[in-house]
């Protein structure tokens, strides 16, 4: 079985056993949601009128008692590890902190969908049967792909203006349009979001952004008003067009939105972070000089407005420093091949570099086309391992002069020329390299011996 069936199994497991001895327990929440839409979850959680001291009876030493006195227990797999959260049906009494209520009452199956956030997350399944069994209107909401709070939606953010993100999230994930009434309400609260926890805020931000709908929860963060909260200094690249020979695809914020869409499919977070922010430091320095636009220093200024970000988010030290490093060397590999070797073997040994590449292609894939910089860079650090970095030329002086070619001032242009064809890989032998001289000897104005 694979760790997801496990993992299903035992939260089908642990119903089953609730129901043995006589409580109501369903699959709740997410799990549903996911498997109504045939992906497969990350989590299955469980509902049931079992109290907290009923579940921890009956899982006796399995139990992890993480948040009795809101009906939460987690019970461990002591077979195959992992753990399913098992939840006692509730009402939520006022949430004075705004991300836990006050206090809670037990329940019934209803009033617990009731105090869930979005109708799409309101739903119980029964394991066994399959029956969906929904209070919301969920599944209705689900076929017709709109996100819709549960009940009141200034009630549902006020509870927890995390919820604000997660409605961005959910939104983007699964391609929902947002329901008016809730819309309106996310665009009117979007301002409390700054009462959020930063690390809970950043935690959303990974979801959305590693996910592979993230340009899409960017644009929909922007619409909504809350780039202007969360991310403030990416506000003003709206606007900004770098010219087209440069950039095509439109303003600034097209352009990253661009960049985020070329990442690889499963980005790391600070690469995508980064990704976000690598032209941030650009409408601070733009410049026109005789109708041409600069934009000098934007990556040190990107550093630090970067920097600054994390900070606030609370990342982690190597979090943040890796996205700051990404964001100051997003542009260097583009003159890879005019780098000092011992500078470019430097940089191409550095953690991160993978990272690295994949953002300077997506940046260069974003504005003129794919970067043979890359392919450069991927030979030299893969000729590491079995040999030198930088593979032995394949055709010297002496060869030309075999060849037939008089020496002179030429031979050193011939032989650079050779070379870069070598690292990119175009010419892969002598005998190519020969054939590949036979075909531009023209172009160095020299004769055909
Ligand atoms: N602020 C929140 C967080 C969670 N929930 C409820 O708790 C369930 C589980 O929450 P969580 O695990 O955070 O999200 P999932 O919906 O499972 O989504 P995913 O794990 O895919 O992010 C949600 O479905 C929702 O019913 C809620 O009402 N309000």
Known sequence: MTNHENHRDFATRIVGRLRQEGFQAYWAGGCVRDLILGREPADYDVATDARPEQVMAIFGRRTIPVGVSFGVVRVRDSREGGEVEVATFRSDGAYVDGRHPESV???????????????????????FSGEIIDYVGGRAD?????????????????????????????????RLAIDPATHSALVTMANQIHVVAAERIAQELRRMLV????????????????????LPPLLPMKGVFQGKPIQPEGDLWDHVLLVLDLLPREPSFPLAFAALLHDVG????????????????????????ADDLCRRLKLSNTERERVCWLVEFHQYLGDAKRLREAKLKRMLSMPGIDDLLALHRADA????????????????IEAQPSGPINPAPLVTGHDLVRYGLSPGSHFSTILEQIREAQLDRLINSKREA????????????????
């Open 282 to 305: 650009k409408p601070r320095t733009m410049a026109t000089h005789k109708g041409r636009i600069s934009f000098h220093n934007h990556e040190l200024v990107g550093r630090r407005i």
């Open 142 to 174: 689900l076929d017709a792909r709109v996100l819709r709070a549960i009940g009141d939606p200034w009630a549902r953010f006020r509870e927890d203006k995390l919820r604000l993100l997660r409605a961005i999230r959910f939104a983007a994930r699964f």
């Open 365 to 380: 894939l974003a504005s003129f086309g794919e970067s043979p910089q890359v392919d450069y860079c991927r030979y030299y």
């Open 434 to 449: 020969l054939e590949w001289l036979d075909e531009h000897l023209a172009s160095f104005k020299v004769e055909k011996p």
């Open 211 to 230: 996910h592979e709908s993230r340009s899409e929860a960017m644009n929909r963060m922007l619409e909504c008003g809350l780039v202007a909260h969360v």
């Open 105 to 127: 009452v037990f329940s019934s199956p209803e009033q617990d969908a009731e105090r869930r956030d979005f109708t799409i997350n309101g739903m119980f399944s029964d394991p």
